[in-house]
């Protein structure tokens, strides 16, 4: 079998002994006979894999389920951008969102439909190449939502912001499980799985207790975070399939030594990128011009010259690289290089880097 260095932005790579694993699941599970295809979402085969799941989940992230509870919907992060207003915002209510490009962007628009959205910060005036240095908080808000890694415009969050006594609210989708980071600090975190937790079709949740208790009451059976709450992600038919290759990945991410050794291994590779691209300023541009703000996990830049982007390409091609072409709105190009995308593939990528500069130096 050939495997390439898939940059994909997502659904992005997976571990190959998660692949592997899985493929073995999708013909039999357990000796029981079935795939995991098959198996009913209230067997006991697949109720251990999903309870596995949720404590892992949690576990990883710092928590416990004392006081945060695991969620496994489906729909794609762009569900929760209305979901989590309908629960946790009113007319007569305002919730502060920080606009950090796209993503963030169409939060804010599906928030709007529910109550006041203050923007907090923006760095739209510089085109999302940084994250805002500062917040115009509301006092009293329902809350106050980020986007922990902005996954086309390649910024991140190092830090956390401070956000007075509104509950935190974050869209963890590119870069959970990326880096150690107070996860506790988030009243409700989400992230669709398929940039670098798993396949699509899962969107994963962490929660607080005490703030689910305070959710908007009398929405449709499945819209209310309480409602998959109290079943534990089993009200309806969860997405069997994606949870069961989270569960892999998240035992993969456990052998691999945990969140600690997993982040050591990404700024690694990030920095074998950056260093890369910041050599041969007179070739590229990266995106995000300070160190600060840049991704560990979507790398973005252009050439100076754009007549050598479709010849950059094919020469990355030729290398065994796929889905470096950056996102349509911020063009130029962009590595994604989540957990599961492997150092060698960094290094390989940033000798193409030195080769193609040194073969386009004025
Ligand atoms: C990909 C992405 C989304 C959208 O996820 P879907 O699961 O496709 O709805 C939302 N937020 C961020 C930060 C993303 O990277």
């Not at 529910?114 to 908080?137: K, M, W, Y």
Request: glycine share 8%; charged share 20%.
């Amino acid at each position: 079998m050939k495997r390439i260095y898939n940059f994909s932005a997502g659904p992005g790579i997976l571990p190959l002994p998660v692949l592997e694993e899985a493929a073995k699941g999708v013909l039999e599970i357990n000796n029981s006979g079935m795939s995991i295809l098959e198996v009913s979402h209230r067997g006991k085969d697949y109720e251990t894999i999903h309870h596995n799941a949720e404590q892992r989940l949690l576990k990883l992230l710092g928590l416990t389920a004392d006081t945060h509870q695991a969620l496994f919907l489906g729909g794609g992060a762009s569900t929760q951008f209305a979901m989590l207003p309908m629960n946790f915002l009113a007319k007569d209510q305002t919730a502060d969102y920080v606009n950090t490009g796209e993503w963030a962007a169409k939060a804010i628009k599906e928030a709007q439909r529910f109550g006041n959205v203050h923007v907090a910060a923006s760095s739209e005036d510089t085109r999302f190449n940084c994250i805002p240095a500062s917040l115009q908080l509301t006092p009293g808000a329902r809350y106050l939502h980020i986007t922990t890694n902005n996954t086309i415009e390649g910024t991140e969050w190092q830090a956390l912001p401070e956000c007075g006594s509104a509950p935190l609210i974050a869209d963890c989708s590119s870069d959970i499980f990326a880096r150690q980071l107070d996860y506790s600090r988030f009243s409700l975190l989400y992230a669709g799985a398929q940039k670098n937790a798993g396949p699509a079709g899962v969107t994963l949740l962490a929660v607080r207790r005490d703030f689910l208790q305070t959710a908007n009451t009398d929405l449709p059976a499945m819209f209310a975070y309480n409602t998959h709450a109290k079943a534990d992600s089993l009200y309806n038919t969860p997405p069997v399939f994606p949870i069961y290759v989270v569960d892999l990945v998240l035992q993969w991410i456990e052998r691999e030594g945990g969140i600690a050794a997993v982040e050591d291994r990404n700024r690694r590779k990030a920095g074998l990128v950056y260093e890369a691209l910041d050599a041969y300023p007179a070739v590229y541009e990266p995106t995000v011009p300070s160190p600060a703000h840049r991704s560990l996990m979507n790398v973005t830049f252009r050439l100076r010259d754009t007549s050598l982007d479709s010849e950059f390409l094919a020469g990355a091609a030729a290398r065994n690289m796929d889905g470096l072409k950056g996102h349509r709105s911020v063009g130029g190009f962009r590595a994604s290089i989540y957990n599961a995308f492997p150092e060698e593939g960094c290094q390989a990528l940033a000798e193409y880097l030195h080769a193609f500069a040194r073969a386009h130096a004025a």
